[in-house]
């Protein structure tokens, strides 16, 4: 059973199976006679006019001996009749239709790689000589020499993303060029009589890993001062400062003043006992000045508060007597306590 293939694909198979056919290698071929149309037809608007002419003026017409069938071209000096010229066989043709395509899918590929700023004349030194219409025959050879300088091409590319200039641009770009005094970091090398800039290409020239650990370790001591001013401004962990919301602040204070006036308990929040520091939410009222009942008092001795809070201090004596207290105060103040501590 004979398997037929496609006049097409059998164009781009570089080695066909009709190939293995002895008359195939003197150039005998039925396909031939049609490969060639179909090529023309295919390529209908072909880039490389060269090769559209090459086939389309070529000629199939049998040699001298009539069993011997030889190619000759209409252009160019014009052999006598019945000469018998170079032959070429069928597999001289597929194989530089191969090569050629082969070509174009190298020339496409390479120009999405290779950056705008490679000029013209570059590229027609690479290639300009392979895409003429007198390109040689065998080039083959060169071709190979092509190849290699593309991969190189590629090769030095994928290392200069890797390691080269363009990196260490891509990286100032990401995270800015060093700052001065970033961090201890800088402080060192400034110490040291480096620049904090050697320090950087330095650790940018051992790779990726150093560059990391360089920007790790700017951000973590960043982070860490943060922590520590904010530690220090507000050691009893309450939002204070920049961070604190003072809209709730002041808000605290006026709705509460309001209250302690409405219920007539204004007296207690002019009470010198609350505490001097704005940073404390403690106040210096203790809860056994408070009528509280023993029982309540005692527990709140077994917890270990002795003081009252801003809050507890001013709503504190209200609600004992019996009054109704609205009260706002930040979280963690002790408005639940307050209120627990109230009941007798
Ligand atoms: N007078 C006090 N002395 C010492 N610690 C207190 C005092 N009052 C409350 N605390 C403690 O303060 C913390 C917060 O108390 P509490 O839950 O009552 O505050 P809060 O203002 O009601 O909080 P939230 O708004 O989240 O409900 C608790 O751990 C509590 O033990």
């Known amino acids: 059973m004979s398997i037929k293939f496609l006049p097409p694909l059998r164009l781009l198979n570089p080695s066909p199976p009709v190939t293995r056919f002895p008359l195939m290698n003197v150039g005998l071929s039925i396909n031939t006679r049609r490969s060639i149309p179909i090529f023309s037809r295919v390529f209908p608007k072909f880039k490389y006019p060269g090769y559209a002419s090459q086939f389309s003026t070529r000629s199939f017409r049998p040699g001298p001996t009539g069993s011997r069938p030889e190619f000759s071209r209409?252009?160019?000096?014009?052999?006598?009749?019945?000469?018998?010229?170079?032959?070429?066989?069928?597999?001289?043709?597929?194989?530089?239709?191969s090569d050629w395509v082969s070509d174009l899918r190298t020339s496409s590929f390479r120009g999405r790689l290779t950056s705008e700023d490679e000029s013209d004349s570059d590229m027609g030194r690479r290639y300009g000589s392979k895409r003429g219409p007198?390109?040689?025959?065998?080039?083959?050879?060169?071709?190979?020499?092509?190849?290699?300088?593309?991969?190189?091409?590629?090769?030095?590319?994928?290392?200069?993303?890797?390691?080269?200039?363009?990196?260490?641009?891509?990286?100032?770009?990401?995270?800015?060029?060093?700052?001065?005094?970033?961090?201890?970091?800088?402080?060192?090398?400034?110490?040291?009589?480096?620049?904090?800039?050697?320090?950087?290409?330095?650790?940018?020239?051992?790779?990726?890993?150093?560059?990391?650990?360089?920007?790790d370790h700017d951000d973590e001591v960043d982070g860490?001062?943060?922590?520590?001013?904010?530690?220090?401004?507000?050691?009893?962990?309450?939002?204070?400062?920049?961070?604190?919301?003072?809209?709730?602040?002041?808000?605290?204070?006026?709705?509460?003043?309001?209250?302690?006036?409405?219920?007539?308990?204004?007296?207690?929040?002019?009470?010198?006992?609350?505490?001097?520091?704005?940073?404390?939410?403690?106040?210096?009222?203790?809860?056994?000045?408070?009528?509280?009942?023993?029982?309540?008092?005692?527990?709140?001795?077994?917890?270990?508060?002795?003081?009252?809070?801003?809050?507890?201090?001013?709503?504190l004596p209200a609600i004992v007597k019996g009054k109704d207290v609205l009260a706002k105060a930040k979280t963690g103040t002790g408005k639940n306590c307050g209120i627990f501590a109230s009941i007798n």
């Open 134 to 215: 007198a390109r040689d025959r065998d080039s083959g050879s060169n071709r190979g020499v092509a190849r290699e300088g593309f991969s190189t091409k590629r090769r030095r590319e994928s290392d200069s993303d890797e390691f080269g200039e363009p990196t260490r641009r891509r990286t100032e770009s990401t995270f800015g060029p060093p700052r001065k005094n970033r961090g201890t970091m800088g402080l060192q090398n400034e110490k040291s009589g480096r620049g904090e800039r050697d320090l950087w290409i330095k650790r940018d020239d051992k790779g990726v890993k150093g560059e990391r650990g360089f920007i």
């Open 224 to 315: 860490g001062e943060g922590e520590r001013k904010g530690l220090m401004r507000n050691p009893g962990g309450l939002v204070t400062g920049e961070d604190s919301d003072d809209d709730d602040d002041d808000d605290n204070g006026v709705f509460e003043k309001n209250a302690l006036s409405s219920t007539g308990l204004k007296k207690e929040l002019d009470r010198p006992s609350l505490s001097s520091s704005s940073d404390s939410f403690m106040s210096e009222t203790r809860f056994d000045q408070c009528s509280i009942s023993p029982l309540s008092l005692k527990g709140i001795k077994d917890a270990g508060y002795e003081k009252m809070t801003v809050v507890q201090a001013a709503t």
């Open 74 to 97: 209409r252009t160019g000096s014009k052999p006598e009749r019945g000469e018998v010229r170079t032959s070429k066989s069928l597999v001289e043709d597929e194989a530089e239709i």
